[in-house]
Structure formats: C-alpha cells, structure tokens
C-alpha cells in the first residue's frame, strides 16, 4: 500500500453557484483516494521529505502545510467554504466565536487607537470593546447602533475599527475610513451578507447555526486578502487562538445542511411569532420578520428573511419567565442558539447578567425577556408546548 499524501487537488472555485451548492462543494480537496467525503487531517502538523524542503517551507518558497496552529487542509477547507458562500477574499478560522471577535477587533489595534461599537452586542464581546481594550491602552465608545447620529458623534481622528452586531443602515459612509467589524451570528450567513452591505470584516460563532447540532465551539474571520494577511495571519500563527481540525471537519458537515435548516428554523420561528403575538402572557414580541418589528423596514432592506430566533417578554417578570421555562417539555433552557433543538434563554440572568439593570433597561432586556430559538422539531409541537408553559407563568 502506498503511503497516504496530502490531498493532491487543488479546490474548484464553486461561486457562479447558487449558497445551497456552494454550502456543498466549495473548497472540498480530494486526496489520492477520492473519498465521497471530506477527509479529516487530525495532526498537529507535517513532515518532509528532506532538510531542505523544510527550509523552504518556512521560508514560503515551498507552498506546503506546515503547522495547524496556522495551516490545516481541512481547516482550510471549512475556511474555504466560508469564503466562497460569504463572498469574502480570505479567512481564518478560529477556535470560538470570541477568539473570531476577539482576534477581529484587538489584532489590528495598538496603544492610542479608538473603537466605537453598538451597545447592543453579545456580553462577551461588550466585555472585549469596554473592558479589555482600555487596558491595554485602546479606548472605546458604545452608541445606540441605530442612531446616526451617535456613531458620528463618537468618530474620532485615531477611530481605527467600528463594531456591531447586525448592519445598520449603509451607516458605513459615517464611519469616515475606520474599518467596519460585524458579527453576523443572528442573522446567518443565509439571510444576511455584510460584506456585499459595505462592511470590511465579518466574524461568526460557528457554534451555532453552522454547527447546528451542538457539537462543538468554532469562530471564523472573513475578509480582504490585506486585511487577513496583514492583521489575523500572523496574530493567529505567533498567539494560537486556532480552530482544532476535528472541529472544522464537523462544521464542514454543519455547513452541508446549514442552508435547509436556517430555512425550517426560520419559518417555524414566524409561526411562533404568530401565536405569541396574540398570546395574553405577553406584553411585548419581537421578531424581525414581522412588519410591527422596531426596525422592519431595515430588516426588509438587508436581510433576505426573518429569522430563526423569536424575543418575548412574559408579563410578570422573572418569577413568570422562570415558570414558563421550568414548565417547557420539548424546547430546552440553554444559553446556545441556532441548534436542531430548540433552546430557550433569560438573557438577563445569562447572556446579559454582567450588565447593570439600567443597561440592561436601555437594551430592551426586562426581568421577564425570553429569547427562543427555533430548532428542527415539528412546529405545532413547539408551539402547543410553548401555549403549555405559558399558562403556568
Ligand atoms: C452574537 C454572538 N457573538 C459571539 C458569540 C461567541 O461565540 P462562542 O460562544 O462560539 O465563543 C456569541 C455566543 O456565544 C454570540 O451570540
């Protein structure tokens, strides 16, 4: 038997078709064997054939892999699959969601740089932008990301990077020449492309809907060629914040059937939606594919559907959110979201703990906010056990 080599083919550009094709095929590279399926590299890293080659490895006169702290050929297949269905030049991918919008926002960054970033983020990632970059000399500001007005106030002459969570408004002219970060999560790589919308870096948590299945943690940065090799290649290759080979092959499998699930989580989260908004138990709803959404026109304008996440608030606070989660029987409480299973989450009590109550006030998150996020199961399942619960709040 001959001794198994790297993959030989070098992969097909798929991007003249449709994202379910792209979501498929893009960057598989086949080995000699020709295997149906993506081939997982577990290995730390390569060998060489003489002393020789791998000096010139190191030196990049060899175009070999080396080491998967930096390079991996099923890494570098999920990456590649995510350039070609996010439309980007260059990826990195990353361990987690927060090494993606850690590495995105503090590797391009040094001492006496500004970012502004919207209010209305993740907890870790605000925990990144309000607490961890002014120690490191690097000052922040946090505006409503819906105000116009704000970011402009906020621009400074040493504004370097810009963050948010969903695009707002081609806002992007405002920025005056800072680069524009977003993270992508809610709205899915399926219903939203910011980088076609004027944004220069998009990160994701693959943990969720390209996972799908909770199965592992992963992050990934997508980009210009400039920006990947000038700020993320080297900050990724010299401090490690890497995605394991074995967790990119599972999200390469993630990415296969990301398109038909994000499409049945979707809908079955506009028919909840629909229920809860008639529903007695609950003063306030959101979902972006509703017309009484906050920012429904917006919504219509950059993103191609709703989405797979519901916000309610149950009308009694926590003690009626706490009873209504406690008595669910299908939809489990997770801090997750994105998952074949739906999961349902107190952002106050989890996501959103670490803020004060008067941040947590101004960001719409009350005692009693739930936010539902629509799995695989059968809808009218979910929604008699979601009638169910609420009853009991
Ligand atoms: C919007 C958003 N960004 C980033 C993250 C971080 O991702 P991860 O958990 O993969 O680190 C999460 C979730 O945890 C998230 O919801």
Redesign the pocket.
């Known amino acids: 038997m001959s001794t198994p080599t790297p993959p030989k083919s070098a992969p097909t550009s798929m991007t003249r078709y449709r994202p379910e094709t792209r979501l498929v095929h893009s960057g598989t590279l086949r080995s000699q064997y020709g295997e149906t399926s993506e081939a997982l590299f577990l290995t730390q890293g390569f060998v060489y054939d003489t002393a020789e080659q791998c000096e010139a490895r190191f030196k990049g006169e060899d175009p070999g892999y080396i080491y998967s702290r930096f390079s991996n050929p099923t890494t570098g297949m999920f990456e590649q699959r995510m350039i070609e269905l996010e439309g980007a030049e260059a990826a990195r991918a990353t361990a987690?969601?927060?090494?993606a919008?850690t590495t995105a926002i503090l590797a391009p960054l040094r001492a006496g740089d500004h970012v502004v970033a919207s209010k209305a983020?993740?907890g870790?990632?605000r925990y990144v932008v309000e607490d961890l970059l002014p120690r490191y000399g690097i000052q922040s500001t946090l505006v409503d990301g819906l105000d116009l007005d704000q970011w402009q106030r906020a621009m400074r002459p040493n504004t370097k990077s810009c963050f948010l969570?969903s695009p707002t408004n081609p806002t992007l002219d405002v920025l005056g020449g800072a680069r524009l970060i977003v993270?992508n999560?809610?709205a899915t790589p399926i219903w939203q492309s910011p980088l076609g919308l004027g944004a220069d870096v998009v990160v994701y948590?693959?943990?969720?809907h390209i996972d799908g299945q909770g199965r592992c943690?992963?992050?990934i940065i997508l980009s210009s060629e400039a920006f990947i090799a000038e700020h993320i290649h080297t900050f990724m290759r010299q401090t490690g914040p890497s995605m394991s080979p074995f967790n990119a092959w599972v999200l390469l499998k993630g990415l296969e059937t990301l398109a038909i699930r994000v499409r049945a989580q979707t809908e079955t989260a506009a028919a909840v939606a629909e229920v809860l908004a008639q529903h007695p138990k609950i003063s306030r709803l959101i979902y972006p594919g509703r017309a009484d959404h906050p920012q429904a026109a917006l919504v219509k304008k950059q993103m191609r559907a709703g989405s797979t996440l519901v916000g309610f608030e149950v009308k009694g606070g926590k003690a009626a959110a706490f009873r209504c989660l406690n008595a669910l029987k299908i939809s489990r409480i997770s801090?997750n979201?994105g998952d074949a299973k739906s999961l349902v989450t107190h952002p106050a009590t989890t996501?959103h703990q670490r803020l004060t109550p008067e941040a947590r006030a101004e960001l719409g998150i009350s005692e009693g906010f739930v936010r539902f996020s629509a799995g695989l199961e059968h809808r009218d399942d979910l929604i008699e056990d979601l009638q169910q619960a609420l009853e009991k709040a």
């Open positions: 987690t969601g927060m090494a919008v983020m993740f870790s990632c969570e993270d999560v809610f948590s693959a943990t969720k943690l992963g992050g801090n979201l996501t």
